[in-house]
């Protein structure tokens, strides 16, 4: 073996060995990733599930603990996207090309990435299965991914959306028609809705209500309409101290709250939402709609459900303080997939990025786990163009505050971290392993006193 060649990392060494099968002539730019596909293993020492937030940040640690050709991400989407900015794309504050990057922009180098979408997991023999027939074992598996949207489960969509007034901030394709159904309105109803479960960002669904409340009035539309949430749970927000600030928002600006209606059913040709009335099984209303906001019901991505990582209600079951599965001890989650009690956020997974890092490296060392994740998340409800409560909490739902002020109040700074300082961060920082939350922040400007 020449010198030349004993120096060439084995992940380059498959790549240059592609590349010579192929030819010069049909080497594509893209191709130039380690991912190429004929350049996979089929055994990795950490295997990553998911190529979002976490799947991307936990990649990159585990990058530096075992070495770049020892990681592997499973992700079948060629674009990555930054999803809590599309608050902003669908009041028409962000345009929707700032929030997404190619996938092999953020994979990080040297990581194989497997264009693939994981079809079977199979804990017992750690191997997991992709669509595409092949079988990869590992070491170490990190499940990332993510939640599943379940549009198809409201009656008349998703195809009501080829129709007008009428759009979703939780969907790439269906959050530029949110701000359309916005700068069309007229006059009448314009309905936001909540669904009955789960959801990732449980304060996007009445974001975008204060802020078309807010457009509204900037355009002088407002006298002309009836502000309407229809929320399926009991509450305006979970943790007591932001839903005192938000009820006072609500009351202020004349916008009606409904508790315990789940949308069932949309006919956008009619421009109707039928709700079920959670309190009283089989009462149906219909509510007529001229802008309509819709947050779907989501559910643990099907190839989880009756997966044996995964608990009864299909999401993967793990420590909530160590991130470790319950069951299988080489096998973790992160983020919207997990059965983790918190919030489902971005902060969410910064933060759980950071103690992951740490429970796996100890497990590698057959060391027990000693970090633990308190259940930190974060949510800066955007209330206007212009202004933020930002929403910090742990597992208790009590406020977990970072700056040494009342967060429950609206606030300029606290707009412009959300809408300049927070993709910078993800960008930049987190999707980099560089960011685990704002803890050492908190501890410093509260003098080391949380």
């Known amino acids: 073996m020449s010198p030349l060649v004993t120096v060439v990392s084995s992940s380059r060494a498959r790549l240059f060995a592609c590349l010579l099968k192929l030819g010069p002539q049909q080497v594509s730019p893209r191709q130039l990733h380690t991912g190429v596909s004929c350049a996979a293993k089929d055994h990795y020492e950490v295997l990553v599930l998911g190529g979002g937030s976490g799947g991307i940040t936990m990649a990159t640690r585990m990058k530096r603990k075992v070495g770049a050709e020892n990681v592997a991400i499973v992700e079948p989407s060629e674009r990555h996207f930054y999803q809590p900015i599309w608050t902003l794309v669908g009041a028409g504050a962000k345009q929707l090309s700032s929030s997404g990057r190619a996938t092999a922009s953020v994979i990080p180098p040297g990581v194989e990435w497997i264009r693939a979408r994981v079809v079977e997991l199979n804990p017992d023999k750690n191997r997991v299965r992709t669509d595409n027939g092949k079988e990869i074992s590992y070491k170490y598996l990190i499940i990332a991914l993510g939640i599943q949207l379940d549009y198809e489960k409201i009656k008349g969509l998703p195809e009501g959306f080829a129709y007008p007034k009428i759009g979703s901030n939780y969907s790439v394709r269906t959050v530029e028609k949110t701000w359309k159904a916005l700068q069309d309105f007229k006059e009448g109803n314009a309905i936001f809705t909540f669904p009955n479960t789960p959801v990732k960002c449980a304060g996007a669904p009445q974001k975008i209500m204060y802020l078309s409340e807010a457009y509204f009035r900037k355009t002088g539309k407002r006298s002309n309409a009836n502000i309407i949430f229809n929320t399926a749970l009991g509450t305006i927000f979970g943790v007591k101290k932001y839903a005192n600030a938000l009820q006072e928002i609500i009351r202020e600006r004349n916008l009606t709250v409904n508790y315990k209606l789940n949308l069932i059913e949309v006919r956008a040709d009619k421009q109707e939402a039928v709700f079920e ?149 993800y960008w930049n920082f987190m999707l980099r392993g560089h960011w685990g939350g704002p803890a050492f922040i908190r501890k410093v400007l509260h003098l080391g006193m949380s």
């Open 277 to 425: 009335n959670l309190d009283k099984p089989g009462e149906t209303q219909v509510f007529s709609y001229e802008m309509l906001h819709v947050t779907p019901p989501m559910s643990s991505p099907d190839v989880l459900k009756g997966s044996p990582v995964a608990d009864a209600a299909g999401w993967v079951d793990v420590d909530k303080e160590t991130l470790q599965h319950k069951k299988y001890p080489n096998v973790f989650g992160i983020g919207d997939c997990t059965n983790l009690p918190t919030s489902r956020t971005a902060a969410a997974v910064a933060a759980q990025s950071g103690v992951l890092d740490k429970t796996i490296s100890r497990i590698m060392k057959n060391q027990t786990p000693m970090k633990k994740y308190d259940g930190y998340t974060s949510c800066p409800l955007v209330t206007s163009y212009n202004r933020v409560i930002l929403a910090e909490f742990d597992y208790e739902a009590q406020p977990l505050e970072t700056f040494p002020f009342d967060q429950s109040k609206e606030r300029l700074s606290m707009y412009l971290m959300k809408a300049n300082l927070m993709p910078f961060l």
